[in-house]
């Protein structure tokens, strides 16, 4: 593999930055400029550029681990293909000008993971000013800034459909199990643990799951919730607060995703308390981690955010869009189609002790 970045004032920070997340992703993910000594576009060649909210965050990173082998296979059939990846380490404005950077060094395509959702307009008018399509993933913009142009795209999942299907899974959980409720009195006493406040699957999907399980019939007692950041180590002492604040009482932790509720199982674990002990504790996401611990009984259940779809989906259209292809004939995974011209959304799966092997070797 080249690794060709053009030289500009911040040239060192790409070259920093893509080395450490090649060795953060491994080497499925190709790491090399967009630059070169070719013109910008209509070369033939497919340049993405890609940049991250924040590379250490757990989904994202074996998202773009997928990411990377898609793009490795469509080098391996013969396409002129690079991919440079930027992280933006939370930093609105450090993404706005690794974008503009990354336009600026050929790039042809953009996959753009917000750090502020509600502030892409910076991003879009550079990107528009260019002729460069952009396609936004996992932090969802909303519609109307989606519309601002016709080459604006979205790939991710339907939030609301997570939250639902972690609150049936908890439904037929506390059915299948009467003894989870372990004081009897009929009402299980639950605690939230949340992704970052502003954020579209966040508020989804507390919102859904809880209100899923009251519709079916489960009475709720909320003792606490707390924001945990996406963050395992974040969660661990939130929940900790609330162990210490609830002692035995909490039955059901429901974790807005899995590293959090890695994070609450951290949490029992450093407490001292027997596992026989905890309460059911649910997360969404099927990270490898997340699935091994479904495996071992220590997290009840999860709900698969399907990273390899998205990034074969986001590959693809990057593709077709770089390379003026047409979007009616992109390769999507099964079932899976754009709708609106605009979105591709994946669909989310529960993941049970049973199924959990299967889905870790995905
Ligand atoms: C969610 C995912 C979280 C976190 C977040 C980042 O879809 O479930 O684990 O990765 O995206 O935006």
């Known amino acids: 593999m080249s690794t060709m970045v053009r030289k500009s004032k911040k040239t060192a920070g790409i070259r920093q930055a893509a080395a450490i997340l090649a060795a953060v ?4 993910v190709i790491v090399s400029g967009c630059g070169g000594t070719s013109p910008k576009k209509g070369n033939g060649s497919v ?5 991250l909210y924040d590379q250490y965050d757990t989904f994202i990173s074996e998202l773009m681990d997928s990411f990377g082998s898609y793009v490795d296979t469509r080098k391996s059939e013969g396409v002129e293909i690079a991919t440079i990846v930027q992280d933006a380490s939370r930093s609105q404005p450090a993404q ?11 790039c042809n395509v953009l996959c753009v993971n917000l750090v502020d959702r ?3 307009t910076e991003i879009i008018d550079t990107a528009r000013k260019n002729d460069i399509p952009v396609i936004f993933f996992n932090r969802e913009l909303v519609e109307e800034d989606l519309m601002q142009w016709d080459k604006l795209y979205y790939v991710g999942a ?7 299907l972690q609150g049936e899974m ?12 372990r004081n009897e009195d009929g009402s299980i006493q639950y605690v939230v643990l949340e992704g970052e406040a502003g954020h579209q699957d966040a508020i989804i999907r507390t919102e859904y799951s809880v209100d899923t399980m009251i519709s079916n019939g489960i009475l709720l007692d909320k003792v606490g919730y707390a924001i945990a950041n996406w963050n395992r180590a974040q969660a661990r002492s939130k929940m900790e607060q609330l162990i210490d604040g609830n002692g035995s009482g909490i039955e059901l932790v429901l974790a807005n995703n899995d590293d959090m509720a890695l994070g609450a199982i951290d949490a029992y674990q450093g407490r001292g308390i027997p596992e026989e002990e905890w309460p059911a504790i649910f997360g969404i996401d099927g990270t490898d981690t997340g699935l091994e611990a479904v495996i071992a009984g220590s997290m009840t259940g999860t709900i698969y955010n399907d990273k390899d779809g998205q990034a074969r989906a986001m590959e693809e259209l990057a593709y077709t869009l770089a390379s003026g292809g047409s979007l009616d004939k992109m390769q999507l995974p099964d079932g899976v189609a754009m709708q609106d011209n605009k979105y591709i959304r994946l669909p989310y799966e529960k993941v049970d002790r049973e199924k959990a092997e299967e889905y870790l070797s995905k």
Request: hydrophobic fraction near 40%.
């Open 25 to 28: 992703l491994g080497t499925a």
């Open 47 to 51: 340049r993405i550029g890609v940049s």
């Open 96 to 106: 706005n000008e690794d974008v503009a950077e990354m336009i600026e060094n050929g």
């Open 118 to 120: 509600t502030a892409p």
């Open 158 to 164: 339907d939030a609301f459909q997570s939250g639902i």
């Open 170 to 181: 908890a439904t037929e959980y506390f059915k299948a199990h009467p003894e989870a409720d």
